[in-house]
């Protein structure tokens, strides 16, 4: 896959899969731009890329929780570019805990704006510059969790209703922004394995039948879909599990 002159913007990219994804789009020769809560975490990785693939990556500071720094990203993105090909809304807090007692109203409502409203605002504010694009893709990091009577994760209430609340407003967008010619594509894996791309057992990894999901997987899946002709709308993937 070549995403040579394109540009690719990507939330919670401090760490694990938002990581992984930034330096592969580097590597595909992608413009990339990065966010982090800290902007030392986000610029950490945008030179990670730099260095790894020579491509050019620029690092925001964005707490998906908060409207006003996810308006600053989208408004910092636009002095620096005139359009957005590929949206990855990675970033997401994860809260454990089975019992609504095992989280403080803080951590709840963080987990949930961070989820649900922060993938709903960071859209919006950067729809603008999806429109410029000739064919721009939003890819969105579900879960399993957000499947209905998937009781299989251990994650806090406040995790499963944020990534419901995810995937009802990546399935209306979908639906809204097809005659845009604007694609949707929303992942819903279960827990997977975490690797690092500057590693080399990123790519000895097994993948077999009897493995657990890889992180490298998931990518591949993501890529897939952003790759194909657009007449293909992939609207989901969903993935068994062991």
């Known amino acids: 896959m070549d995403l040579t002159g394109r540009t690719v913007a990507v939330t919670g990219a401090g760490r694990g899969f938002?990581?992984?994804?930034?330096?592969?789009?580097?590597?595909?020769?992608a413009r990339?731009?990065?966010?982090a809560r800290s902007l030392a975490t986000a610029q950490k990785?945008?030179?990670?890329?730099?260095?790894?693939s020579g491509a050019r990556a620029d690092a925001f500071a964005c707490d998906l929780a908060d409207p006003a720094s996810i308006r600053a990203f989208a408004d910092g993105m636009a002095?620096?570019?005139?359009?957005?090909?590929?949206l990855i809304n990675n970033g997401a807090r994860y809260l454990e805990g089975p019992d609504?007692?095992?989280?403080?109203?803080?951590?709840?409502?963080?987990?949930?704006a961070s989820g649900a409203t922060g993938t709903l605002l960071t859209v919006k504010h950067f729809l603008p510059l999806l429109r410029a694009s000739v064919g721009a893709d939003v890819v969105n990091l579900v879960s399993s969790a957000a499947e209905p009577r998937n009781h299989r994760s251990w994650a806090h209430p406040a995790f499963y209703a944020?990534?419901?609340?995810?995937?009802?407003?990546?399935?209306?967008?979908?639906?809204?922004?097809?005659?845009?010619?604007?694609?949707?594509?929303?992942?819903?894996?279960?827990?997977?394995?975490?690797?690092?791309?500057?590693?080399p057992a990123w790519d000895r990894a097994s993948r077999t039948t009897d493995d657990p999901l890889t992180a490298q997987s998931v990518l591949d899946c993501a890529l897939f879909a952003i790759g194909q002709p657009r007449d293909c709308f992939i609207r989901s993937f969903h993935f068994e599990q062991l």
């Open 162 to 199: 944020a990534k419901a609340a995810q995937a009802g407003f990546a399935d209306i967008l979908s639906h809204r922004l097809r005659p845009e010619g604007i694609r949707v594509i929303s992942l819903y894996p279960p827990d997977f394995t975490d690797g690092d791309p500057l590693r």
């Open 45 to 52: 990785v945008a030179d990670e890329v730099a260095l790894d």
């Open 18 to 29: 938002g990581r992984a994804l930034a330096l592969h789009a580097g590597r595909l020769g």
């Open 32 to 35: 990339v731009f990065v966010s």
């Open 100 to 112: 609504l007692w095992d989280a403080d109203d803080d951590a709840i409502t963080d987990t949930i």
């Open 79 to 86: 002095d620096r570019t005139d359009r957005v090909d590929v």
